[in-house]
Nanobody
Framework: QVQLVESGGGLVQPGGSLRLSCVASGSISSIAPMEWYRQAPGKQREWVASIFSTGITSYAGSVKGRFTISRDNAKKTVYLQMSSLKVEDTAVYYC?????WGQGTQVTVSS
């Protein structure tokens, strides 16, 4: 069993920054990638970024150059640093590993 708990969401103005955290506990895999997804109101959940055990990262085109995913294996934590936020980044952000999901954290970008 794996538990994932996200935090760090909130309200931010366009152009601002936020850092999301996802703390994992339980039988977490040290090999499987950690991923961030998001779901905006009325839209399907979409993949945002992945980080592999090798440290290799991958991003959706809509966030590339603005978001950075990283992980601290000792703390069993994955981060999503979000910069130059846009109104269209508003969504609930979820952490995922394999088939395990967190409960999500709300990010609202609004002036």
């Amino acid at each position: 069993q794996v538990q994932l708990v996200e935090s760090g969401g909130g309200l931010v103005q366009p152009g601002g920054s936020l850092r999301l955290s996802c703390v994992a506990s339980g039988s977490i895999s040290s090999i499987a990638p950690m991923e961030w997804y998001r779901q905006a109101p009325g839209k399907q959940r979409e993949w945002v970024a992945s980080i592999f055990s090798t440290g290799i990262t991958s991003y959706a085109g809509s966030v590339k150059g603005r978001f950075t995913i990283s992980r601290d294996n000792a703390k069993k934590t994955v981060y999503l640093q979000m910069s130059s936020l846009k109104v269209e980044d508003t969504a609930v952000y979820y952490c995922k590993q394999i088939t395990y999901w967190g409960q999500g954290t709300q990010v609202t970008v609004s002036s």
